[in-house]
């Protein structure tokens, strides 16, 4: 029951947002039309929250870190991986304890953070960009994803991850 509603709301929002041409700013000029101070002190904290969980997801990943990814994972959370197939939380989780590890990366960052607030959900989105070791070579490349989170009982849980590796030029 809870996965049909957050699945319903992120689609939602998908399809809304690509149909419209500058959503972001339409959103954000309605908002603060209709906030006091109070709303927008709120806004501006959830949003320090999320650049701090985007940071922790990535540290959480590096240090290959279960119990605090565990924490920030929402319960009915999926997967859409780099080649299109979808994990389950529990699958997804199994993998993280050593995906790090067996990735072969011997660098990775992120840059290009972008959080978008709708109520309470946010869509967070950036660009890693890493150094990998592939057949004992060195192979630079880097991917763009985007987290969903909606925010349940005054914290924010990563609801959906979506990864998408960009092609070297």
């Known amino acids: 029951m809870m996965k049909s509603k957050y699945f319903g709301?992120?689609?939602a929002v998908l399809v809304f947002l690509s149909n419209q041409s500058g959503a972001q700013s339409t959103l954000t000029a309605t908002t603060h039309k209709k906030t006091n101070q109070m709303t927008e002190t709120t806004s501006n904290v959830s949003e320090k929250e999320l650049y701090s969980l985007n940071a922790q997801f990535i540290r959480n990943f590096t240090t290959m870190d279960t119990?605090?990814?565990n924490k920030i994972i929402h319960p009915d959370f999926v997967c859409i991986n780099s080649d299109g197939s979808i994990s389950g939380r529990d699958e997804y989780m199994k993998g993280w304890?050593?995906?790090y590890k067996k990735s072969g990366y011997?660098?990775?960052s992120i840059t290009d953070e972008n959080i978008r607030i709708f109520g309470d959900m946010a869509l967070v989105r950036s660009r890693t960009v890493y150094t990998k070791t592939v057949d004992g070579e060195s192979v630079q490349g880097s991917s763009v994803y985007t987290d969903t989170y909606v925010k349940e009982n005054g914290k924010w849980l990563c609801v959906q991850a979506h990864i998408t590796p960009v092609k070297s030029k």
């Open 9 to 11: 709301i992120i689609c």
């Open 67 to 69: 119990v605090a990814h």
């Open 97 to 99: 304890a050593t995906g």
């Open 106 to 108: 011997t660098s990775f």
